[in-house]
């Protein structure tokens, strides 16, 4: 069992940056590519950005690439996800998974989630 607790969502502006945490247990983190998901009211929950185990390899969605930095720090069980040039369409609640496979990534653990707004 992997227990997720996202940190640093917030209010900021148009052209903000924001970075989020996810901090992770057990110490089995570096055995799962970790992922951001995020879902808007009214919208499905969608595909943001994921980092294999090692933090080598990354995918993002088209909508964030250019702006939003995803990254991992094993000895401190924790994934990142940098967040510049902030959009209003950017506001969500947005959530980390961990799961195991690559490139197709089983997610089986989720954190509860922590709302990011993005004002005009």
């Known amino acids: 069992q992997v227990q997720l607790v996202e940190f640093g969502g917030g209010l900021v502006q148009a052209g903000d940056s924001l970075r989020l945490s996810c901090a992770a247990s057990p110490n089995t983190f570096n055995r799962y590519a970790m992922g951001w998901f995020r879902q808007a009211p009214g919208k499905e929950r969608e595909f943001v950005t994921v980092i294999d185990w090692s933090g080598l390899t990354t995918r993002y969605a088209d909508s964030v690439k250019g702006r939003f930095t995803i990254s991992r720090d094993n000895a401190k069980n924790t994934v990142y996800l940098q967040m510049n040039s902030l959009k209003p369409e950017d506001t969500a609640v947005y959530y980390c998974?961990?799961?195991?496979?690559?490139?197709?990534?089983?997610?089986?653990?989720w954190g509860q989630g922590t709302q990011v707004t993005v004002s005009s």
């Open positions: 998974a961990a799961g195991a496979g690559w490139p197709g990534v089983k997610y089986d653990y």
